[in-house]
Protein backbone atom coordinates (compact mmCIF):
# COMPACT_ATOMS: atom_id res chain seq x y z
CA UNK A 1 0.00 0.00 0.00
CA UNK A 2 1.30 3.87 -1.03
CA UNK A 3 2.15 6.21 2.31
CA UNK A 4 0.72 9.11 3.15
CA UNK A 5 3.11 12.33 4.00
CA UNK A 6 2.10 14.66 6.37
CA UNK A 7 4.06 17.78 6.41
CA UNK A 8 3.30 20.95 8.74
CA UNK A 9 4.87 24.10 8.51
CA UNK A 10 5.60 24.36 12.23
CA UNK A 11 5.21 22.30 15.81
CA UNK A 12 2.48 24.98 16.47
CA UNK A 13 0.35 22.45 14.04
CA UNK A 14 0.57 19.58 15.60
CA UNK A 15 -2.62 19.98 18.05
CA UNK A 16 -4.25 20.35 14.49
CA UNK A 17 -2.32 17.94 12.65
CA UNK A 18 -2.51 15.01 15.49
CA UNK A 19 -6.86 14.12 14.36
CA UNK A 20 -5.16 13.58 10.81
CA UNK A 21 -2.08 11.61 12.11
CA UNK A 22 -4.71 9.49 14.63
CA UNK A 23 -7.03 8.75 11.56
CA UNK A 24 -4.91 7.23 8.96
CA UNK A 25 -3.16 5.32 12.32
CA UNK A 26 -6.46 3.64 13.24
CA UNK A 27 -6.77 3.11 9.04
CA UNK A 28 -3.36 1.22 9.38
CA UNK A 29 -2.07 3.28 6.60
CA UNK A 30 1.54 4.06 6.55
CA UNK A 31 2.45 7.73 7.66
CA UNK A 32 5.41 9.96 7.67
CA UNK A 33 4.90 12.93 9.86
CA UNK A 34 7.18 15.98 8.71
CA UNK A 35 7.87 19.57 9.54
CA UNK A 36 8.73 21.77 6.65
CA UNK A 37 8.38 25.29 5.78
CA UNK A 38 7.27 26.89 2.10
CA UNK A 39 9.07 30.15 3.74
CA UNK A 40 11.71 28.77 6.32
CA UNK A 41 12.76 25.19 4.68
CA UNK A 42 11.46 25.61 1.22
CA UNK A 43 14.29 23.43 -0.26
CA UNK A 44 13.96 20.31 2.20
CA UNK A 45 9.90 21.01 1.36
CA UNK A 46 11.27 20.96 -2.80
CA UNK A 47 13.07 18.49 -2.26
CA UNK A 48 10.43 16.00 -0.26
CA UNK A 49 7.56 16.35 -2.90
CA UNK A 50 9.71 16.14 -6.02
CA UNK A 51 10.66 12.87 -4.78
CA UNK A 52 7.67 11.88 -3.18
CA UNK A 53 6.22 9.49 -5.63
CA UNK A 54 9.57 7.71 -5.88
CA UNK A 55 9.78 7.31 -2.61
CA UNK A 56 6.42 5.48 -2.03
CA UNK A 57 3.52 7.95 -1.34
CA UNK A 58 0.47 8.39 -2.84
CA UNK A 59 -0.96 11.23 -1.50
CA UNK A 60 0.56 14.75 0.50
CA UNK A 61 -1.37 16.02 3.10
CA UNK A 62 0.29 19.72 4.19
CA UNK A 63 -1.23 21.51 7.12
CA UNK A 64 -0.26 25.64 7.47
CA UNK A 65 -1.77 28.29 9.21
CA UNK A 66 -1.01 32.17 8.31
CA UNK A 67 -0.10 33.12 5.12
CA UNK A 68 -0.08 29.13 4.18
CA UNK A 69 1.74 28.92 1.33
CA UNK A 70 2.71 25.12 1.72
CA UNK A 71 0.25 23.11 -0.07
CA UNK A 72 0.65 24.82 -2.69
CA UNK A 73 4.95 24.71 -2.40
CA UNK A 74 4.18 21.22 -2.76
CA UNK A 75 1.73 21.17 -5.75
CA UNK A 76 4.26 22.91 -7.60
CA UNK A 77 6.47 20.00 -7.14
CA UNK A 78 4.50 16.96 -7.52
CA UNK A 79 1.53 15.40 -9.66
CA UNK A 80 0.65 13.58 -6.46
CA UNK A 81 -2.93 14.57 -4.98
CA UNK A 82 -2.30 17.42 -2.38
CA UNK A 83 -4.19 18.25 0.42
CA UNK A 84 -4.45 21.42 2.30
CA UNK A 85 -5.31 21.92 5.89
CA UNK A 86 -5.96 25.81 6.65
CA UNK A 87 -4.85 25.58 10.37
CA UNK A 88 -5.96 29.01 12.38
CA UNK A 89 -4.14 31.10 13.71
CA UNK A 90 -3.71 34.38 15.41
CA UNK A 91 -5.78 36.34 13.44
CA UNK A 92 -8.81 35.97 10.92
CA UNK A 93 -9.76 32.91 11.90
CA UNK A 94 -8.69 31.05 9.83
CA UNK A 95 -9.40 32.43 6.75
CA UNK A 96 -5.89 34.21 5.93
CA UNK A 97 -4.82 30.33 6.00
CA UNK A 98 -8.09 29.02 3.76
CA UNK A 99 -7.42 31.87 1.11
CA UNK A 100 -3.87 31.37 1.01
CA UNK A 101 -4.41 27.44 0.71
CA UNK A 102 -7.90 27.29 -1.22
CA UNK A 103 -7.01 30.28 -3.64
CA UNK A 104 -4.69 28.41 -6.27
CA UNK A 105 -4.01 28.92 -10.04
CA UNK A 106 -5.65 26.82 -12.57
CA UNK A 107 -3.34 23.60 -13.04
CA UNK A 108 -1.77 23.87 -9.35
CA UNK A 109 -4.73 21.80 -7.84
CA UNK A 110 -4.83 21.94 -3.77
CA UNK A 111 -7.76 19.85 -2.20
CA UNK A 112 -8.55 21.93 0.44
CA UNK A 113 -10.34 21.05 3.76
CA UNK A 114 -12.21 23.44 6.12
CA UNK A 115 -10.03 25.23 8.58
CA UNK A 116 -8.51 22.88 10.74
CA UNK A 117 -10.33 20.10 9.17
CA UNK A 118 -7.62 17.63 9.75
CA UNK A 119 -10.26 14.24 10.21
CA UNK A 120 -11.43 14.81 6.56
CA UNK A 121 -7.68 15.79 5.08
CA UNK A 122 -7.01 12.49 6.26
CA UNK A 123 -10.09 10.41 5.21
CA UNK A 124 -9.96 12.10 1.88
CA UNK A 125 -6.36 10.54 1.70
CA UNK A 126 -7.40 7.21 2.49
CA UNK A 127 -10.17 7.42 0.34
CA UNK A 128 -7.90 7.81 -2.53
CA UNK A 129 -5.76 4.77 -1.23
CA UNK A 130 -9.25 3.16 -1.24
CA UNK A 131 -10.03 3.57 -4.96
CA UNK A 132 -7.60 0.33 -5.66
CA UNK A 133 -7.45 -1.09 -1.99
CA UNK A 134 -10.83 -3.29 -1.15
CA UNK A 135 -9.72 -3.87 2.17
CA UNK A 136 -8.93 0.12 2.26
CA UNK A 137 -12.59 0.71 1.32
CA UNK A 138 -14.37 -1.93 3.59
CA UNK A 139 -12.68 -0.54 6.99
CA UNK A 140 -14.47 3.28 5.21
CA UNK A 141 -17.57 1.30 4.76
CA UNK A 142 -17.38 0.10 8.22
CA UNK A 143 -16.80 3.50 10.09
CA UNK A 144 -19.54 5.39 7.63
CA UNK A 145 -22.28 2.40 9.17
CA UNK A 146 -20.80 3.13 12.69
CA UNK A 147 -21.01 6.81 11.88
CA UNK A 148 -24.53 6.53 11.44
CA UNK A 149 -25.85 3.87 14.23
CA UNK A 150 -24.42 6.23 16.51
CA UNK A 151 -26.42 9.48 14.82
CA UNK A 152 -29.58 7.17 15.12
CA UNK A 153 -29.07 6.11 18.63
CA UNK A 154 -28.65 10.06 19.10
CA UNK A 155 -31.70 10.86 17.42
CA UNK A 156 -33.69 7.75 19.50
CA UNK A 157 -31.94 9.23 23.24
CA UNK A 158 -32.92 13.08 22.23
CA UNK A 159 -36.23 12.00 20.80
CA UNK A 160 -37.10 9.97 24.26
CA UNK A 161 -35.51 12.72 26.50
CA UNK A 162 -36.99 16.01 25.22
CA UNK A 163 -39.89 15.52 22.64
CA UNK A 164 -43.67 16.18 24.12
C1 LIG B 1 2.95 28.75 9.45
O1 LIG B 1 3.03 29.79 10.35
C2 LIG B 1 2.89 27.49 10.28
O2 LIG B 1 2.25 26.50 9.58
C3 LIG B 1 2.13 27.93 11.50
O3 LIG B 1 0.75 27.64 11.40
C4 LIG B 1 2.33 29.46 11.51
C5 LIG B 1 3.06 29.95 12.73
O4 LIG B 1 4.27 29.24 12.88
P1 LIG B 1 5.14 29.39 14.20
O5 LIG B 1 5.52 30.85 14.31
O6 LIG B 1 4.24 28.95 15.34
O7 LIG B 1 6.32 28.49 14.04
O8 LIG B 1 4.02 28.72 8.58
Known amino acids: MKKIAVIMGSTSDMPVVE ?29 FAINARANGFGAIICAAGMAAHLAGAFAANTTLPVIGIPVKGPSFDGMDALLSTVQ ?33 AKKLDDMRAKNTAKVYEADKEINEKYSF
Open 19 to 47: KAVNTLKDFGVSTEVRVMSAHRTPEAARE
Open 104 to 136: MPSGMPVATVAINGAANAALLAIQMLAIEDAEL
